[in-house]
């Protein structure tokens, strides 16, 4: 067991499951909706408290009533949301998401206005009390003076990026955490049409991974690249956070010491069930 803070927003995901997606400017009748919490670190979160870690999120909360979606779930899964910030102006996150049962994809349009979080108020916590700190890669002002600070005063705390969509500036940061978690979206916004190009093309110090959706992940060591395939289930019913469930795999791994492969191939397998299952509920190594 570990005790994990992960930095990052919580969302309310709108959820309509859909038999195939619309065409534009068509109309389809959603199969069921949900409203249910969402947002990247703290679907991380969710998974990892499952897997035994203690659990606590920094971000934002408006006090408003969808609100208490994400203080519910957080309730549900033991995860201490105590350090967030809470204003009075503003909307929680939303996104409107359709996922399609023919495929199994999901698209999403989001909506914002909600500020992130603050490196002032995120020097104000009591970051010791963690054995590892998992950051979003977002708003990299604010990100990149929380990272400097860790590393200048706190360098023994180990620390993850996700970088999941191109952030002007991103790239400066990518020296300063243990470890960085690419996306495809990324790496295709970079020009790279797979995960070792983009890995190869790095000259940051630390271990990196970029997943691929059906086709795997990779992961970076030092000079070493490394493959694991996917682990599909039976039948793909949704991939909504199949990269926060892998991200979440390989933090539960390497902060268990298992080795760089080994973390790779179990994020994978965790990925992998996911994929099989709605939402994040049950999922266990
Ligand atoms: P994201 O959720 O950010 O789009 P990816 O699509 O890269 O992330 O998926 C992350 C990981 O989830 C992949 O590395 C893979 O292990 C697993 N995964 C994703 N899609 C599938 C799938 N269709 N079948 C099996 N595993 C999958």
Request: net charge negative; with cysteine.
């Amino acid at each position: 067991m570990a005790r994990i803070l992960a930095v990052g927003i919580a969302t309310i995901d709108i959820i309509n499951r859909v038999s195939h997606y619309p065409a534009e400017d068509d109309e389809v009748r959603a199969l069921s909706q949900k409203q249910v919490r969402g947002g990247n670190a703290s679907n991380s979160l969710v998974v990892l408290s499952q897997l035994g870690h203690q659990c606590a999120w920094a971000g934002v909360l408006i006090n408003e009533p969808d609100a208490t979606v994400v203080e519910q779930d957080f309730d549900r899964h033991q995860i201490d949301y105590r350090s967030a910030l809470r204003l009075n102006q503003g909307k929680m996150p939303t996104s409107y998401i359709s996922v399609s049962e023919e495929s199994g994809s999901r698209t999403i349009v989001h909506h914002r206005d909600c500020p992130e979080l603050p490196f002032a108020h995120f020097k104000n916590l009591a970051v010791t009390d963690f054995d590892w700190i998992h950051f979003e890669g977002r708003n990299v002002e604010e990100l990149g003076q929380m990272l400097h600070w860790l590393r200048q005063h706190y360098p023994g705390i180990p620390c993850s990026l996700e970088v999941e969509k191109p952030r002007a500036g991103i790239e400066d940061l990518f020296n300063l955490p243990d470890v960085l978690m690419f996306s495809r979206p990324y790496a295709r916004s970079r020009g790279f049409d797979n995960a070792q190009a983009l890995l190869k093309a790095q000259s940051a110090p630390g271990l990196m991974t970029c997943s691929w959706g059906e086709d795997g992940a990779w992961l970076r060591r030092g000079e070493a690249i490394m493959h694991s395939p996917a682990f599909p289930p039976a039948r793909v019913v949704d991939t909504l956070g199949a990269g926060d469930t892998f991200n979440a795999g390989l933090i539960s791994a390497l902060v268990n010491d298992q080795t760089p492969k080994q973390a790779l191939e179990s994020a994978c397998r965790l990925a992998g069930q996911k994929c099989g299952q709605h939402g994040f509920e049950h999922l266990s190594h």
